[in-house]
Protein backbone atom coordinates (compact mmCIF):
# COMPACT_ATOMS: atom_id res chain seq x y z
CA UNK A 1 0.00 0.00 0.00
CA UNK A 2 1.35 3.42 -0.35
CA UNK A 3 -0.23 6.98 1.02
CA UNK A 4 -3.25 8.76 -0.16
CA UNK A 5 -0.82 11.69 0.10
CA UNK A 6 2.47 12.34 -1.66
CA UNK A 7 4.34 15.09 0.63
CA UNK A 8 7.08 16.38 1.81
CA UNK A 9 9.04 13.96 4.08
CA UNK A 10 5.67 11.09 4.98
CA UNK A 11 2.10 11.46 6.41
CA UNK A 12 3.83 12.31 10.00
CA UNK A 13 5.44 15.78 8.71
CA UNK A 14 1.73 17.09 8.29
CA UNK A 15 -0.17 18.51 10.65
CA UNK A 16 -3.04 16.27 11.99
CA UNK A 17 -6.27 16.79 14.09
CA UNK A 18 -5.54 17.75 17.44
CA UNK A 19 -8.39 15.13 18.24
CA UNK A 20 -9.62 11.89 17.37
CA UNK A 21 -13.25 11.77 16.01
CA UNK A 22 -15.34 9.37 14.91
CA UNK A 23 -16.53 7.80 17.75
CA UNK A 24 -13.09 5.65 18.94
CA UNK A 25 -13.04 2.33 20.11
CA UNK A 26 -10.93 3.68 22.54
CA UNK A 27 -13.33 6.81 23.46
CA UNK A 28 -16.30 5.34 23.61
CA UNK A 29 -18.17 8.60 25.41
CA UNK A 30 -17.25 10.66 22.47
CA UNK A 31 -19.42 12.82 20.51
CA UNK A 32 -20.56 11.77 17.43
CA UNK A 33 -17.73 12.54 14.44
CA UNK A 34 -17.00 11.29 11.03
CA UNK A 35 -16.15 8.07 11.46
CA UNK A 36 -18.45 7.32 8.28
CA UNK A 37 -18.06 3.68 7.40
CA UNK A 38 -19.92 2.21 10.48
CA UNK A 39 -22.68 5.25 10.90
CA UNK A 40 -21.52 8.98 12.74
CA UNK A 41 -23.88 7.90 15.81
CA UNK A 42 -21.93 4.08 16.34
CA UNK A 43 -19.60 4.17 19.50
CA UNK A 44 -16.52 1.67 18.74
CA UNK A 45 -16.47 2.04 15.19
CA UNK A 46 -13.00 2.87 14.68
CA UNK A 47 -11.04 5.72 14.12
CA UNK A 48 -10.27 8.64 11.71
CA UNK A 49 -7.41 11.16 11.00
CA UNK A 50 -7.67 14.53 9.35
CA UNK A 51 -4.59 15.16 7.08
CA UNK A 52 -4.04 19.18 5.91
CA UNK A 53 -2.98 20.31 3.03
CA UNK A 54 -3.69 22.70 0.75
CA UNK A 55 -6.77 22.86 -1.58
CA UNK A 56 -6.84 21.00 -4.64
CA UNK A 57 -3.70 18.81 -3.42
CA UNK A 58 -4.12 15.49 -5.54
CA UNK A 59 -5.77 12.30 -3.48
CA UNK A 60 -3.86 8.60 -4.65
CA UNK A 61 -5.44 5.30 -4.02
CA UNK A 62 -3.74 3.66 -1.28
CA UNK A 63 -4.02 0.05 -2.37
CA UNK A 64 -5.83 -1.32 -5.60
CA UNK A 65 -9.24 -2.00 -5.20
CA UNK A 66 -12.77 -1.29 -6.77
CA UNK A 67 -14.86 1.54 -5.55
CA UNK A 68 -17.26 0.48 -3.06
CA UNK A 69 -19.25 3.58 -2.83
CA UNK A 70 -19.40 7.48 -3.41
CA UNK A 71 -21.22 9.56 -1.22
CA UNK A 72 -21.92 13.19 -1.45
CA UNK A 73 -20.38 13.80 -4.39
CA UNK A 74 -19.81 17.59 -5.10
CA UNK A 75 -20.58 18.54 -2.14
CA UNK A 76 -18.65 19.32 1.17
CA UNK A 77 -18.81 15.56 2.81
CA UNK A 78 -18.00 13.61 -0.37
CA UNK A 79 -15.89 10.46 0.24
CA UNK A 80 -14.94 7.95 -1.62
CA UNK A 81 -14.76 3.69 -0.40
CA UNK A 82 -12.05 1.43 -2.31
CA UNK A 83 -12.61 -1.84 -1.57
CA UNK A 84 -9.61 -4.55 -2.06
CA UNK A 85 -8.08 -7.28 -0.57
CA UNK A 86 -8.35 -7.70 3.01
CA UNK A 87 -8.22 -3.64 3.27
CA UNK A 88 -10.99 -1.11 2.76
CA UNK A 89 -9.99 2.77 3.02
CA UNK A 90 -12.32 5.53 3.16
CA UNK A 91 -11.19 8.94 1.74
CA UNK A 92 -13.40 12.11 2.37
CA UNK A 93 -13.61 15.50 1.88
CA UNK A 94 -12.16 14.98 -1.33
CA UNK A 95 -13.32 16.53 -4.89
CA UNK A 96 -13.86 13.18 -6.90
CA UNK A 97 -11.99 12.53 -9.68
CA UNK A 98 -14.65 12.72 -13.37
CA UNK A 99 -15.53 9.48 -14.40
CA UNK A 100 -15.20 7.69 -10.81
CA UNK A 101 -18.03 5.53 -10.20
CA UNK A 102 -19.20 2.40 -7.90
CA UNK A 103 -17.52 -0.13 -9.19
CA UNK A 104 -14.69 1.28 -10.80
CA UNK A 105 -11.62 -0.87 -10.64
CA UNK A 106 -8.33 1.74 -9.10
CA UNK A 107 -5.00 0.60 -8.93
CA UNK A 108 -2.02 1.77 -6.01
CA UNK A 109 -1.06 5.57 -6.63
CA UNK A 110 -4.27 6.69 -9.01
CA UNK A 111 -5.38 10.24 -8.52
CA UNK A 112 -8.78 9.89 -7.14
CA UNK A 113 -9.96 12.97 -6.24
CA UNK A 114 -8.68 16.43 -4.48
CA UNK A 115 -8.50 17.84 -1.09
CA UNK A 116 -11.92 19.26 -1.36
CA UNK A 117 -12.30 22.91 -1.70
CA UNK A 118 -15.46 23.43 0.29
CA UNK A 119 -13.38 23.47 3.69
CA UNK A 120 -12.73 26.73 5.29
CA UNK A 121 -9.58 24.09 6.69
CA UNK A 122 -8.75 22.18 3.74
CA UNK A 123 -7.94 18.40 4.74
CA UNK A 124 -8.45 14.47 3.46
CA UNK A 125 -10.40 12.74 5.96
CA UNK A 126 -8.56 9.76 6.26
CA UNK A 127 -10.12 5.49 7.46
CA UNK A 128 -8.19 2.10 6.97
CA UNK A 129 -9.76 -1.11 7.93
CA UNK A 130 -7.73 -4.00 7.76
CA UNK A 131 -9.12 -7.50 7.54
CA UNK A 132 -12.57 -6.10 9.04
CA UNK A 133 -10.98 -3.78 12.28
CA UNK A 134 -10.07 -0.39 12.05
CA UNK A 135 -6.84 1.28 12.54
CA UNK A 136 -6.89 2.62 15.70
CA UNK A 137 -4.91 4.99 17.61
CA UNK A 138 -5.43 6.31 21.22
CA UNK A 139 -3.75 9.95 19.92
CA UNK A 140 -3.93 11.62 16.33
CA UNK A 141 0.10 10.80 16.48
CA UNK A 142 -0.14 7.27 17.81
CA UNK A 143 -2.93 6.75 14.94
CA UNK A 144 -1.07 8.26 12.01
CA UNK A 145 2.12 6.32 13.17
CA UNK A 146 -0.11 3.40 13.03
CA UNK A 147 -1.68 3.60 9.50
CA UNK A 148 1.55 5.18 8.38
CA UNK A 149 3.28 1.85 8.99
CA UNK A 150 0.23 0.10 7.48
CA UNK A 151 1.07 2.13 4.40
CA UNK A 152 4.25 0.42 4.54
CA UNK A 153 5.46 4.44 4.04
Same mark, same amino acid.
Given at each position: ??????? +???????????????????????????????????????????????????? +??????????????????????????????????????????????????????????????????????????????????????????????
Amino acid at each position: MTSPLKD +YGGLLSRRLNRTLHGRSVYRRQDVPGHNVVHGYNNPGTGDSVDFFGPKGESV +YAAHDGTIRRIADPGGKLSCVYINGKHVLTVYAHVSIKPGLRMGSLVQEGQVIGWIGKKLKDPHLHFELYLRGKAVAGRTPKQLAKKITAALGD
